[in-house]
């Protein structure tokens, strides 16, 4: 297991160095002076040949190019990701700040779509062909085929204009109002589980039926063993290997979700930190946010492996 979990680390440790440096070049070779775009977007007058030499000066922009890769990657790695050409803020820190509302927002994401996916995954595959099959598999594609965004407003139009239930937009902080931090985050966590709740179900269902179909369930079955324990027993961990490759494909989008649902709700969380920095051009901002995306999606990819290889020893023969 050890050696299996080294080489997984290897081959994200390789992936995310090219990540880093393709985000890089990216942003360099973008066309035009892009730096100069983004500095007056920002509010700075850029007047003469020496101001764009000082400010070139203080962002490294003077340096050859392989030069500075290297002052910004070792930069990065220590913690000094640079400054935010529309706020003048340190780009860590406010990565710091925005962080534990993006996370609070996963975190009520994916409690409700493991509350809802799962245990209608797993009625739709007990019940199949049944009227009640029908209702979850048509729920799940709906769910899954609505844009989150049109889903948002829809969710904002019913439950905060007609039933004014929630607040429709704005975040309140869990040490303020505990109350009102749950129901500031309830629409936008519901909006951005929806999705993959539908397709959890989807996935659950498919799984469980193949796996109740094998040998070893009827073998369970002859043995006089109640359903509920055949499911709970024997059925449910060997279907989970799939539905595990879901759920890490579910969380590792869930970065790129909230980078529109952050904006439509007026959440002040890394997603709305990386739309106004795209507007802005805030260059240092974005490099770092499309780092932290790529180390969500590789974090998760690794985690999905280790978890292949407890639920089925065979994996870590390959």
């Given at each position: ?164 239930i929630f607040p429709p937009s704005g975040y309140v902080s869990f040490a303020e109002d505990p109350m009102g931090n749950v129901m500031s ?92 920095a795209i507007y802005q051009r805030d260059f240092p901002v974005i490099q770092a946010m499309l780092i932290i995306v790529s180390l969500n ?22």
């Amino acid at each position: 297991m050890g050696r299996f979990i080294a080489i997984r680390l290897m081959h994200a440790l390789i992936v995310l160095f090219i990540v880093i440096v393709l985000v890089f070049l990216v942003t360099r070779l973008i066309p035009g002076d892009a730096f100069l775009v983004a500095v007056a977007a920002s509010g700075v007058e850029v007047d003469s040949a020496k101001t764009v030499k000082v400010l070139e000066e203080f962002y490294g922009l003077n340096k050859p190019f392989y030069e500075q890769f290297l002052i910004w990657l070792v930069n990065f790695v220590s913690g000094d990701w640079g400054e935010s050409i529309g706020t003048g803020g340190d780009v860590l820190e406010m990565f710091l700040d925005r962080c534990p509302i993006t996370l609070q927002l996963f975190f009520w994401a994916t409690l409700w779509q493991f509350l809802i996916g799962i245990p209608a995954g797993v009625i739709s595959a007990l019940k199949r062909n049944s009227r009640t099959d029908m209702a979850i598999t048509t729920g799940a594609l709906i769910g899954f085929a609505i844009p989150p965004f049109w889903q948002a407003i829809v969710m904002i139009y019913l439950f905060a204009v007609l039933l004014p239930i929630f607040p429709p937009s704005g975040y309140v902080s869990f040490a303020e109002d505990p109350m009102g931090n749950v129901m500031s985050m309830a629409l936008p966590s519901m909006v951005l589980g929806t999705s993959g709740a539908a397709l959890l179900a989807r996935y659950v269902r498919s799984s469980l039926l193949e796996v109740m179909s094998q040998d070893f369930v009827r073998t369970a079955r002859a043995k006089g063993l109640g359903e509920r324990a055949v499911v709970t027993l024997h059925a449910m961990k060997p279907a989970m290997i799939p539905v595990v490759t879901v759920v890490g494909l579910i969380w590792a989008g869930l970065l790129g979700g909230s980078f529109i649902l952050e904006f439509v709700f007026a959440l002040p969380g890394l997603g709305r930190m990386t739309v106004d920095a795209i507007y802005q051009r805030d260059f240092p901002v974005i490099q770092a946010m499309l780092i932290i995306v790529s180390l969500n999606v590789l974090f998760m990819n690794f985690i999905v492996d280790v978890l292949y290889a407890y639920l089925d020893p065979r994996v870590r023969l390959r």
